[in-house]
Structures are given as C-alpha cells and as structure tokens.
C-alpha cells in the first residue's frame, strides 16, 4: 500500500516537472511571436497590411459580382480601392464614409472579403457605388496583388497599378484626392 502511495506521488511529481517545462516552452513562444511582431511595427510604423505609396501593385484578375472580368489594364487614371470585412468593426464605421467618397469618383472597386451569409448591409451599400469584388477570404487575386492582410484598407492607384495613397481610413488619401472628395 505504501509503495502504491509512493509510486502515485512519483507519478504525479513528474506530471509536474513535465507540464512546467511545457509552460515555459509555450511562454518562450509566446514571447519570440510577440518580439517579432513588435520588431515589425517597430519597422513599418503598422502591421502588415499592404503595399504603400509609390509601390506597384501586382497584375491580377478576378471577377465582379456582375460577372465583368477586372484587371490590372481595366483600372484607371485614378481607381479608389476599399478592402473591408463585415466582420470588422472599423471596417462597418468606413463603409458609409468610402460609399460617399465612391459616388462622386468614377472607377470606384470595393473587395468584400466575407462570406456571402454576413456580407447583406455592406453590399447593399457599396454595390451602388463601386464594383464589388467578393470571396475573397483566403487572400484572392485583389488581396495578394496590393498585399491586404488587414481590414480596412483604401488605396487610390493609378493606370500602372501605382499606388497614389493607401491607409487604413480616408484620411490616408487627402491630398491625393481630385476636389470631387468634398
């Protein structure tokens, strides 16, 4: 009986010893992910989240939800690009803002990147206004052409696929704007 006790406590200490050392693997992780994450910031001044100004995009294709082709010869002098998420909050605030900005801009393209279940209001919103761009929630052909791996991102670009500004909100493209942004 008291072996059986001795061999339960042995058992139980090595439990022990073996989850620690599993701790400390994970909290080392955890803390290599976070130093490079904050070397990135660190870097860029905002995570990754696609290409900036002066940059070029890559050529592409996809499709419309018209069914019209879009590519990189069909943008442009000046094509305001919006990337949004129904799932994102800041992306549901810019929305209405990009909808306003895109009535007045002739080429506007929105990229929806959802589901089609949860994208209803902001589709309704942006179709109006912008050719929309949807399905695009593993990275589609727009997504890895301008480099969005975070929503919401703008871009105003150029014929040559150039990014003229991009940003997170509309005030990355003042300046950049003809007067029609008012």
């Not at 905002?46 to 002066?54: H, V």
């Not at 010869?73 to 810019?94: H, M, N, Q, V, Y």
């Not at 902001?122 to 929630?137: F, H, R």
Request: with cysteine; aromatic share 6%; hydrophobic share 50%.
């Amino acid at each position: 009986m008291v072996f059986a006790l001795w061999a339960a406590v042995l058992v139980l200490s090595l439990l022990s010893v073996l989850n620690l050392v599993l701790m400390l693997g994970v909290i080392r992780r955890l803390r290599d992910h976070t130093q490079r994450l904050d070397g990135l910031y660190e870097r860029t001044g905002n995570p990754a989240t696609g290409l900036e100004a002066g940059e070029v995009a890559a050529e592409f294709e996809t499709t419309t939800n018209d069914g019209e082709t879009l590519s990189a010869a069909s943008l442009g002098e000046r094509t305001l690009i919006g990337f949004f998420s129904p799932s994102c909050a800041p992306c549901k605030d810019l929305a209405p803002k990009f909808a306003a900005l895109a009535a007045g801009h002739d080429g506007a393209i929105a990229v929806i990147a959802g589901f089609p279940d949860e994208m209803g209001d902001m589709l309704d919103l942006l179709s109006p206004v912008a050719k929309i761009v949807n399905g695009e929630v593993d990275g589609g052909p727009l997504a890895k052409a301008f480099g969005v791996e975070a929503f919401p991102r703008v871009f105003l670009v150029d014929e040559t696929r150039t990014v003229l500004a991009a940003g997170h909100t509309l005030d990355a493209l003042d300046g950049v704007l003809s007067p029609a942004r008012g």
